[in-house]
């Protein structure tokens, strides 16, 4: 058995599926059939398990790198190693882990219907409405500046800049209504 061939392969593919999972969404990976996040186990914190993709992973990248450097090029023999190796592993893991739960996780929330909702929403036309045609509207959601096909309510033309209100949102097309001319009967 050649140990550096183990730990190396460990470091590959915990390195190589680490960086798949952070491009392929943060613990949402799927490659055909296979999906790689959400581990069942034991929770900590914020609903996350202990042994999730990235945790794992981070164990093996860990393990692997420390285990073959220390096989290499190092005095130990085999078993010390090995176990040098996994509590190297372990703690790569636990810093990744609480990097996770104490850092980025505290900021994340689970958006709601009533936060994505665009109706009642005000926000100026970047690019006018033309007599029954379309035009844009910038609008600011939750902190992010988003933009949607605007068409006026009443079919008027609406000129670039005019500040509107979103009356109703349909099938990707926000219908509103120049915000100076808002009556208290045409709230949504």
């Known amino acids: 058995m ?5 730990y190396l392969v460990c470091f590959g593919t915990g390195l190589v599926l680490s960086v798949l999972s952070a491009v392929g969404g943060f613990g949402h990976l799927h490659l055909g059939h296979f999906h790689l996040g959400h581990s069942a186990g034991l929770h900590h914190g914020h ?18 790198g420390a285990g073959y450097l220390l096989h290499h090029y190092s005095v130990f023999i085999a ?7 996994a509590a190297s592993g372990l703690v790569g893991a636990a810093i ?6 104490k850092v980025l996780l505290p ?3 689970e958006l709601t219907a009533e936060d994505t ?3 009642g929403v005000t926000g100026r036309l970047s690019a006018g ?6 035009g844009e509207l910038l609008y600011t959601q939750n902190g992010v500046r988003c933009s949607a096909i605007a068409r006026s309510a ?27 001319d808002l009556r208290l009967d045409d709230t949504p």
């Open 47 to 64: 609903g996350v398990s202990r042994f999730n993709a990235f945790t794992v992973l981070a164990f093996l990248c860990w393990f692997g």
């Open 96 to 101: 990744l882990f609480t990097f996770f739960a």
């Open 107 to 109: 900021r994340e929330r």
């Open 117 to 119: 909702d665009v109706r």
């Open 129 to 134: 409405i033309r007599d029954g045609g379309t």
């Open 79 to 85: 078993p010390v190693v090995l176990l040098l190796a």
């Open 2 to 6: 050649n140990w550096d061939v183990i």
């Open 154 to 180: 009443d079919g008027q033309p609406l000129p670039r800049g005019a500040e509107v209100i979103v009356l109703r949102y349909e099938r990707g097309v926000a219908y509103v209504k120049p915000w100076n």
